[in-house]
């Protein structure tokens, strides 16, 4: 067990709908991360937040957007579903900035089903 | 864009034998981590390497850091069973975010 809680474990919707995943972290741990794991991409980073800011941003589409709230869970919002939005989307944590590693642990992942 | 990319993609082995799966990029990290996934599960970190040239051992694994830190490599010796899992390398730059770029990953099968 990580630390890091993600709910719901699995989630089936259909195309233009709108979801919210949401993360806890280890406690401890400031800055949260937003990862999206397909069969095709592999695991792929999409956002990173530090204690509330945004952090950082991959390849996140504009249909998604992330928050980290002040007790530090984080939510990730992903709407105008496609079928390709289906995958595996998981949170991973870890304690901030530290040269030169930040090792992050990953949560259990939110199984997406978009038909 | 960095990339990482790990080989051999699959990999089927006998309980007993050894194996090395390399991880490789044109990309300097500031660190390197290998996680191990279970299928429908989050990955398990199992080693962040730093230092070029590092070498550092958990029981049967090896990872070792290229003195470059542009590659890396898992050896696992007298594999067993409970070795079955997709093993990932991922790789942070360090500027300012601590974003890991992942490899496709090594699928390893150990037959009993």
Do not use: M
Not at chain 1, 33 to 61: C, H, M, P, T, V
Not at chain 2, 6 to 21: A, C, H, R
């Amino acid at each position: 067990d990580s630390g890091v809680t993600q709910t719901p474990k699995h989630l089936i919707t259909a195309t233009g709908q709108r979801v919210t995943l949401r993360c806890s972290p280890r406690s401890g741990d400031l800055s949260v991360y937003w990862y999206q794991q397909s069969l095709d991409q592999g695991l792929q980073f999409l956002i990173q937040y530090y204690n509330g800011e945004e952090r950082a941003k991959g390849n996140i589409l504009e249909r998604f957007s992330a928050q980290q709230f002040p007790d530090l869970h984080s939510e990730l919002n992903l709407s105008s579903l496609e079928l390709g939005d289906s995958a595996l989307y998981f949170c991973a944590s870890s304690v901030g900035f530290f040269r030169p590693a930040s090792e992050q642990y990953f949560g259990p992942g939110t199984r997406l089903t978009v038909t | 864009t960095q990339l990482l990319e790990q080989s051999p993609q699959f990999l089927s082995i006998q309980e007993g034998e050894n194996l090395t799966v390399y991880c490789n990029s044109s990309s300097v990290f500031s660190s390197l981590q290998w996680y191990r996934q279970e299928p429908g599960e989050g990955p398990v970190l199992l080693v962040t390497v730093v230092t070029g040239g590092e070498v550092k051992k958990l029981k049967r694994l090896t990872f070792q850091f290229g003195d470059a830190r542009k590659d890396s490599s898992l050896h696992i010796t007298a594999a067993q069973p409970g070795d079955t899992g997709l093993y990932l390398c991922a790789g942070q730059s360090g500027a300012g975010s601590y974003q890991l770029t992942f490899g496709k990953g090594t699928k390893l099968s150990v037959i009993p």
